[in-house]
Each structure stands twice: as C-alpha cells, then as structure tokens.
C-alpha cells in the first residue's frame, strides 16, 4: 500500500514541474546563509535552520529568501536544529498560514511553531513518508538524519567538536549515527565558531572524524556566517579533501547558490 502512495506521490512530485524534474535518488539544494539550506527531492522541500536575518549580518537579499512559493508542489517539511538566532527566528511560523500542510520539526520544546513535532536526541520519527532520526548536540538541540524520497540526508546543527573537550561526546554521537549503518548521500556538518566564524582545528578535526566514520556521499561544510569569510567553505575543501576518500567535499561561494545532486555526485548550478 505505501509502496503505491509513494508511487504517486513521485509522479506527483516531477508533475509539478517546480525547477528541473527531480526523479530518483537526486535532489536540488540551495544554500541560504549560515547553516540553512533547502532540499528539494522529487516530492519534497525540505528545509533546515532557515534565518532570514542574523543579528550583525545582512539579511538575506529578496532573490536569495525563501518565499511561500519555494514551499509548492511538493510537500514541505522545516527542521530548526535549536533556538538559537543563528538557526531559528519565530518568523517562520507566518509560513504555515499561507501554506497549512507545512510541517515543522524541531529539536526544542518551546518553540512555539505551529503543531511542531519536537524531537530529543536519538529519537526516531517516521510520519510515512520520511524517517527522521536525531542525534544528541555538544550544543544544544538536534542533529537531523532524514530518509526521504530515496535520499539520506544529515544536517548536524551546531553538534561538533567546537573544543577539544567535546571530542568524546561529539564522537559518541557519530558514532551512534554510524552504527545505524546509514548510507548518507549529504552530510552538513558546521566547521567555523558563530559570531567570529573563527575556522578552529578542533571543529575540523571533529568534521574530518565524521566524514571518516560516516562516509558521507558529499559533505557541505557550514556555520559561517559571516559574509566577508565565505571563503572558508573553499579552504576547508582545500585543506580536506585528499584525506576524504570517496566522499566529495563541496561549500558554497555566496548566498543563494544552488546545487544539483544525483547518482552521488553534486555539482553547482548557478
Ligand atoms: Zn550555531
């Protein structure tokens, strides 16, 4: 029965025509700024720690923001790893009235986000469509392992190993994540401080030990914030990637790029 559902819900899904057709195991990504992205697969739109304005930063440019129409077609899903400002403004909620079947998860009790389904570390959620599963954070909140539409996906939140004192709870919840045996497509895994964007050899020697572990298909870095240090996305690649394996480390260059992933590779778009 779910297989038919879900059948048609992919039919559904590349029916919309919503950007380029998406079938299979691809996916079209579109970087917002800080930690946030959006995932489209075929039949659904996936968000994570959107935040339109960051205290101190610019806000995003009107081209670059989500509007309620990159929420059509498809069924929208919002994940908030916590509450800090830098991943979570309650602005988020006016979404859902415009668009009522958006659904929002979220690593914290209070958000105060309409019908949001909150979720505690290494919890597991499966509404029927997707399977969510969380890990613990060195931080506070969640990280997001989402299994939709043929595609996994891990959005760490800020769990890394922002100091050498965190290493072993950092480890302890990558590898639970690992011992779960995910075959990860897109791994997103903070690599600079907040405010500062300070890229410390802790933080990527945390990243380095996940990819390691997890093997990720490709693995975006993120959590840099500020615009004048973009470039850290590109030297932490550069600093990577001979010591990753098969997994491909790409990072955006400005806000609003977009990506397109299929059969295991990404390559940018525009
Ligand atoms: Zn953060």
Redesign the pocket.
């Known amino acids: 029965m779910l297989r038919y559902w879900s059948a048609s819900l992919l039919l559904g899904g590349i029916a919309a025509g919503v950007g380029l057709p998406i079938a299979g195991a691809a996916a079209e990504l579109r970087y917002f700024q800080?930690?946030g992205w959006l995932v489209k697969t075929a039949s659904h739109v996936l968000v994570f720690d959107y935040v339109e304005a960051i205290p101190g930063v610019k806000a995003l440019p009107t081209g670059v923001a989500l509007k309620p129409e990159d929420l059509d077609g498809r069924r929208a899903v919002v994940f908030v790893s916590h509450g800090?400002v830098?991943?979570y403004s309650p602005a988020i909620a006016e979404w859902a009235k415009q668009r009522p079947t958006i659904r929002y998860v979220v690593g914290w009790p209070d958000s105060h986000l309409p019908e949001a389904h909150v979720m505690k570390p290494r919890e597991t959620w499966s509404p029927g469509d997707l399977v969510v599963k969380t890990t613990g954070s060195t931080?506070e909140g969640v990280g997001f392992l989402v299994t939709v539409d043929g595609l996994t996906l891990y959005h760490a939140g800020?769990h890394a190993r922002w100091a050498d004192e965190d290493a072993e709870a950092f480890e302890a919840e990558i590898r639970w994540l690992r011992d779960g045996q995910p075959v990860i497509d897109v791994a997103f895994l903070?690599i600079a401080t907040?405010v500062a964007c300070e890229p410390r050899r802790s933080i990527w020697q945390g990243v380095r030990f996940a990819a390691l572990e997890l093997k990720p298909r490709v693995l975006i870095p993120m959590?840099v914030q500020c615009l004048d240090k973009l470039d850290l996305y590109e030297r932490f690649r550069a600093e990577v990637s001979a010591e990753m394996g098969a997994t491909t480390v790409v990072g955006p260059t400005r806000r609003g790029e977009q990506f397109r992933y299929e059969a295991g590779r990404i390559r940018r778009v525009q």
Request: cysteine-free; aromatic content about 0%; charged content about 30%.
């Open positions: 800080n930690s800090h830098d991943h931080d800020d903070p907040g959590h």
